[in-house]
């Protein structure tokens, strides 16, 4: 049927509850009950919601939700978090997810977002549509018994356990004041939590933190899990406003009985756990993988909304064959982001610049590793410069 054969178009709120069950059958879930799609709802937003059709009927959906993403310098980019991406597995690869990406990256540009984000169940589906790999997260394991937090790992405040109901209330403001500065944080708003919590399941349990003052500061939701003979505490999501939070937080998580292992997934590269514990090899890294991929919608927005490192500035030529409007030259300094028509020294493809964009990857890296066309070499130090971040970037938020 090639490209043609099926129609896009913007789903009524009516046909919301039938894309969400597509979108689950497509990652083999069964169809939700209704008070999981009571808690899901909330999230889809009339008018991004997506629906691609075969003879009239539903075969495939994408939706995006309004957000906001954190750039280095701390601004806060409107942005669609585009999320729900299923084609029924009787209706696959005959360009259904093509058409709906071109129809949501158009929508994107209409509204004026310069960049779009998703999370990829598989890493090849979504460079084609010119999405990159902009941070990266680390699975961390840590035998309960013998990991030991170090006298000097900061210390103070308390911990105290709820249960999902008690935190409901109290958990999307405290989530507000942590670390909201980092490149890659996003906004969590109410549909997101009661989303989550459908997602998540009855069995989680929350801890939080509170500072000397009485104020939270940090929280982390966790869950036990028996697996053969090893039980372990599955950490979905831990986020704090500051060091002692977080020492705190994994303090009392290594101090729960009966349980042999801690888990956290999804973790920040640069969380200094090993820095914390009196014997480093207690906190064994086993997984490093994608957090956040983004799509620079529109390449000089973007750009010029983030800061740029010292230096002389340097000229790009980024290429985009999906959204073609983007391609060009761009001259990236300290001091602004224009596009020019000066000869480029290093050439890359649009998704190979969300690589850089959030400084999760320097130019050198992906000159070696054969993604940039470094064609004056001297450039390629400059952009280490230019697009280097003061934080590692982390999102940390499924959606
Ligand atoms: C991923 C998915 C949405 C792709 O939909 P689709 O309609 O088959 O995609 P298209 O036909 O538009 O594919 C476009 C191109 O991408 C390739 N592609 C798409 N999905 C791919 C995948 N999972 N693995 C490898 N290649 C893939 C196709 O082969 C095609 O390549 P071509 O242009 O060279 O022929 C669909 O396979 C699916 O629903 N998978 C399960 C759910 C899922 O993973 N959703 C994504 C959640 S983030």
Known sequence: MGVTGHQVRPLAESEFREAHDLFRR???????????????????????????????????????????????????????????????????????????????????????????????????????????????????????????????????????????????????????????????????????????????????????????????????????????????????????????????LWRFLLGVDLVDRVVGRNRPLDEPLEWWLTDRRQCQVTGVGDDLWLRLVDVLEALRARTFGPGDPVVIEVRDEFLPHNDGRYQVGPDGVDRCSDEPQLVLEVAVLAALYLGDQTASGLVAGGRIEARDPAAVAAADRLFAAAETPWCGTNF
Not at 147 to 153: G, H, T
């Open 26 to 248: 497509a990652l083999l879930l069964r169809s939700s009950k209704d008070e999981e799609w009571e808690q899901s709802v909330g999230r889809y937003e009339p008018g991004r919601v997506l629906g691609a059709f075969v003879d009239g009927a539903l075969a495939g959906t994408a939706m995006a939700t309004t957000n906001v993403v954190a750039v280095p310098g701390g601004r806060r980019l409107p942005v669609g978090a585009v999320t729900g991406v299923g084609v029924r597995a009787d209706r696959t690869r005959r360009g259904l997810l093509t058409s709906l990406m071109r129809a949501q990256l158009d929508d994107a540009r209409r509204r004026g977002e310069a960049v779009a984000m998703l999370h990829a169940s598989e890493a090849v589906i979504y460079e084609r549509f010119g999405y990159g790999v902009a941070s990266r997260s680390r699975t961390v394991e840590l035998d309960r018994r013998r990991a030991a937090l170090r006298a000097s790992a900061p210390v103070g405040g308390q911990v105290r356990v709820l249960d999902q109901d008690e935190a409901a209330p109290i958990l999307s403001a405290l989530y507000q004041r942590c670390d909201q500065d980092r490149p890659g944080q996003i906004g969590r708003d109410d549909a997101w939590w009661a989303g989550q919590r459908s997602w998540l399941g009855d069995g989680v349990m929350v801890a939080v933190h509170t500072d000397g003052d009485g104020l939270d500061d940090g929280f982390a939701l966790y869950e036990a899990k028996n697996d053969k003979d090893v039980s372990s505490l599955q950490v979905h999501d831990l986020k704090t406003a500051n060091a002692a939070a977080a020492t705190q």
